[in-house]
């Protein structure tokens, strides 16, 4: 069986029982959603860009539109890949790469920046928040010009560790506390 969070992503990253039942889950949606939560981002009304088309972007996209955002632009460099998203989204507008709306928030899907790289974009916004899906390393390019150009940044550290959080809760029927204290046995603290 598979819970709405899939029905809606095409995306499971949690199996469990639940009787005889075996569950299909995606903790990712909530994991999204409650790392913009914990870091006090309201989507509400607010035009948001995301970049990149790869496995999680659909649970951005359900998170954000349960949240109300008035817009969803999506950038890919296969452009293929956007548009099969907004199969599954029709309120998505696809952009070609390169093509920068008038936005409040823009996300990075992509994996450019694992490896210190940067994004061929030229995001020269001012007073907007730039959220990266990674987390390791802490700044990425993209987050270092975002800051510098006068932008409140977030990686996704808590993304991370919030939907580790849903699928242990699942898992164990126990929802751990994340405080600082968790942070640092995890050795995470210093991502954040």
Not at 46 to 67: C, D, N, R, T
Not at 93 to 121: H, Q, R, Y
Not at 171 to 182: A, M, S
């Amino acid at each position: 069986k598979l819970s709405l969070e899939v029905e809606k992503t095409g995306s499971v990253n949690t199996i469990y029982k639940n009787g005889n039942e075996v569950i299909g889950h995606n903790t990712d949606v909530a994991g999204f959603e409650l790392s913009l939560r914990h870091s006090k981002i309201n989507v509400l009304h607010k035009s948001i860009l995301i970049l990149g088309a790869g496995g999680v972007v659909p649970s951005i996209v359900y998170s954000l539109l349960s949240m109300g955002c008035k817009k969803i632009f999506l950038s890919n460099r296969t452009i293929e890949r956007a548009e099969n998203i907004k199969k599954r989204f029709n309120e998505v507008e696809v952009l070609k790469w390169g093509n920068i709306p008038d936005f409040d928030i823009v996300i990075n899907a992509t994996s450019v920046g694992l490896k210190g790289d940067s994004l061929d974009l030229d995001l020269k916004a001012q007073d907007k928040i730039f959220y990266d899906i990674i987390y390791n390393p802490k700044e990425t390019q993209f987050l270092k010009k975002a800051k510098e150009n006068g932008n409140r940044i977030e990686n996704g550290i808590f993304m991370f560790i919030y939907q580790a959080n849903q699928s242990f809760s699942i898992w164990n029927n126990v929802i751990p506390k994340i405080d600082e204290e968790t942070l640092n046995i995890l050795g995470w603290s210093e991502l954040v």
